[in-house]
């Protein structure tokens, strides 16, 4: 292909550079990688051809601007491939794993390079660079070392064989994950057995069976973690059974699907590369280069709140029990599949508050733009406008322009909020576009959510937990709008990873504060506000059910730990006889409180970017806690201390050390008194 004829091969004339994904076709792809490796090895060859010493100029910034075309079309395919994951780009995924894999190796294990680097890096005190600048000596220098770049070759050759196969695995364990959790969506003949689901749910388990050619069924669709939102409505419990056991389920059956092997491959493969690389564990290989320090810190942080957390869970299990015994004609033990369920009748007797019932209010446009948009406007400024000029990747997926209030462009924001099978589950936010001053590129991000769409004409309720997510995404998606960086190493969420979570986090504050509530919760028939007492109420329960919250989560963290402490050598036969041994050895070994996600389909881990890394959760919500106490010392919404947040932390991105922003930031290092607190961990 030409130049002419593949539109991923120069760069997009849409505005922002947003791809041109009318005229990219899935066969454009791979030609287009393929140039796009040769022409950056060619920018790497030139760089270490050159007879002159390494000086910034001729060998970082140079660097920097290496890789544009393969950054325009990884963005691009990418996006797709989480999104959209027809079975072309499937295959065009599987094939591109280990091609992907082999040309960073390329780059990060070039010995010519990493000399030149190391140059630089030796002289840094001497030279006459600016903050960002040296930062990023700094970086290049540690990411290089890191990722082994002072091997020798024949460790080299052994170490870009184990990367390129790790890529083939976690490939194979996002495409089994997809087709598994496709395949055990659960399908009821009759509507009665979804009895308790809203209308607008019960229209959207038929609009899903319908697109399956099931028409006049229902079909309960998978999300990623385990259980299911419609749980704490359903009021067979069958039923709940059902959904329960096909969540549980996913990549753990004998079948095309099975994820069981190929885990215990991936968790084989990165130990043996951690030993490779000087270290004892996999978990001690990715810890050393985040803000944690060591797996030893992030353990003493998990059992520490392990311990209250499980205690916290089984007081909230006994009044679920109580509940049970006194209501139900023929009591019986109370099943993680009940817990949801039962929740709620504890959350409306204890405080008269049906979260169900609350879905009217959240109509999923109105929760967009009068709270989401409400709230970054006041905040910041910027302001966002329909593109419907624009064509995204798919259908769905709309697209924004933000402004900042002196009109000055910030970037497009891309929201695909519906679920379907071809979407990876969860919700994320993306790079399709990466900010940079040095290449003259303004941000282009995207938000993926889940949300089942209704039948036609139905509006889009939303749940708490779902505006939950929207609102958290969306501080991600700030984070990549925000940042303004010279190099694109340092754009947007290119942070530490137990440090990303927290901008999003933070977002999360302004869904129960009143101006913002005020603003977007609204019946979305009637346009009546949400009653007062019952926001009194919401914000009673912040801390309800936090036992179990915080248990799943602490469970699936120190899961994701213990497969990054196995060592080299050791091999693991039975998954789930390894995760029962694991969380008994937290306390944390539960069958009524189930980990968040159990190993066959714990994607953060296996296929996402965050192995031996889930812990980054919970570490971010440190510093998110204490800001929040912040923003509310403050004055909570306002330009001035939006002003503050988006100068000192959103608009640095990863150029300056994460915990250094902070303290810029604040003032001082977190407080976890503010965590304890909000997870009722305090006592």
């Known amino acids: 292909m030409t130049v002419a004829t593949n539109p991923l091969l120069q760069p997009s004339a849409l505005t922002y550079g947003l791809p041109d994904f009318a005229a990219i076709r899935p066969e454009h792809y791979l030609p287009a990688f393929r140039q796009a490796f040769s022409e950056q090895l060619s920018e790497i060859r030139a760089i270490t051809a050159v007879r002159s010493m390494p000086t910034f100029e001729n060998t970082i910034e140079a660097l920097e601007r290496s890789g544009e075309l393969l950054d325009r079309v990884a963005h691009a395919f990418y996006t797709v491939s989480s999104a959209d994951a027809t079975a072309d780009i499937q295959a065009i995924d599987e094939e591109l794993a280990p091609l992907m894999a082999a040309h960073e190796d390329a780059i990060r294990l070039d010995a010519p390079l990493y000399w030149r680097v190391s140059q630089v890096h030796a002289q840094l005190d001497d030279l006459d660079l600016d903050a960002e600048q040296r930062y990023l000596v700094e970086r ?155 797996p030893e810190a992030v353990e003493r942080m998990l059992r520490r709140l392990a311990a209250p957390a499980a205690r916290n869970a089984d007081r909230e299990r006994s009044a679920l029990q109580e509940i049970i015994d006194a209501n139900e004609p023929e009591p019986f033990a109370l099943e993680a599949h009940d817990w949801a369920f039962y929740t709620e009748k504890v959350r409306q007797a204890r405080y008269d508050i049906d979260s169900a019932a609350l879905r009217p209010w959240f109509e999923a446009e109105r929760v967009l733009r009068d709270g989401v948009f409400f709230a970054a406007t006041r905040l910041y400024g910027v302001t966002f406008t329909e593109r419907d000029d624009l064509v995204a990747y798919h259908p769905g997926a709309r697209v924004f322009e933000v402004h900042d209030a002196d009109g000055a462009e910030v970037g497009l924001y891309v929201l695909d909020l519906y679920t379907r099978d071809s979407k990876r589950g969860g919700a994320w936010m993306n790079p399709i576009v990466s900010q940079s001053a040095l290449r003259g590129t303004l941000p282009v991000v995207v938000n993926n959510l889940n949300v089942s769409r209704p039948g036609d004409g139905q509006p889009t309720l939303l749940t708490l937990d779902e505006v939950t997510t929207l609102f958290h995404e969306f501080g991600h998606a700030l984070h990549g709008l925000f940042a303004r960086v010279t190099y694109p190493h340092f754009a947007g969420t290119n942070v530490f990873r137990d440090f990303v979570e927290f901008p999003s986090q933070v977002n999360e504050m302004w869904i129960l504060w009143s101006e913002v509530l005020d603003n977007y919760a609204r019946h979305h028939e009637t346009g009546e506000p949400l009653d007062a007492a019952i926001v009194d109420r919401l914000r009673a329960t912040e801390t309800f059910d936090q036992g179990h919250a915080t248990s799943e989560y602490l469970a699936a963290a120190w899961l994701d730990q ?65 800001t929040v106490e912040w923003f509310r010392e403050n004055g909570g919404l306002t330009r001035e201390n939006g002003d503050r947040f988006r100068g000192r932390l959103l608009g640095v991105g990863g150029s300056k050390d994460p915990l250094e922003a902070y303290r810029d930031f604040r003032g001082r290092d977190a407080d976890i008194a503010p965590l304890l607190t909000r997870r009722g961990l305090a006592n």
């Open 140 to 294: 290049h220098f540690r990411e290089m070392t890191h990722a082994g770049a002072a091997l020798e070759d024949d460790a080299k050759a052994r170490l870009t064989g184990l990367n390129q196969r790790l890529s083939t695995l976690s490939t194979t364990f996002e495409k089994n994950l997809l087709n598994d959790t496709n395949e055990l969506a659960v399908l009821f003949d009759d509507a009665a057995e979804l009895d308790g689901l809203t209308p607008g749910e019960l229209s959207a388990t038929a609009r899903a069976a319908a697109d399956r050619g099931q028409e006049g069924k229902h079909l309960v669709t998978l999300p990623l973690f385990s259980g299911h939102p419609y749980l704490a409505s359903l009021r067979v419990r069958e039923s709940r059974r059902r959904i329960m056991a096909a969540s549980l389920a996913r990549g753990s059956r004998d079948n095309a699907n099975d994820n069981r092997g190929v885990l215990a491959e991936i968790v084989r493969l990165r130990a043996e590369r951690a030993a490779l690389l000087g270290y004892a564990s996999h978990a001690a290989y990715v810890t050393a280069d985040e803000t944690a320090g060591s």
């Open 562 to 626: 213990a497969w990054h402490r196995v060592p080299e050598g050791v091999e693991v036969g039975d998954v789930a006889a390894f995760e029962v041994a694991a969380l008994d050895d937290i306390g944390l070994h539960d069958p009524v409180v189930p980990t968040r996600y159990s190993s066959t389909y714990f994607a953060h881990v296996f296929s996402g970017g965050y192995s031996a890394g889930y812990y980054s959760y919970i570490w971010s919500e440190v510093l998110d806690a204490d």
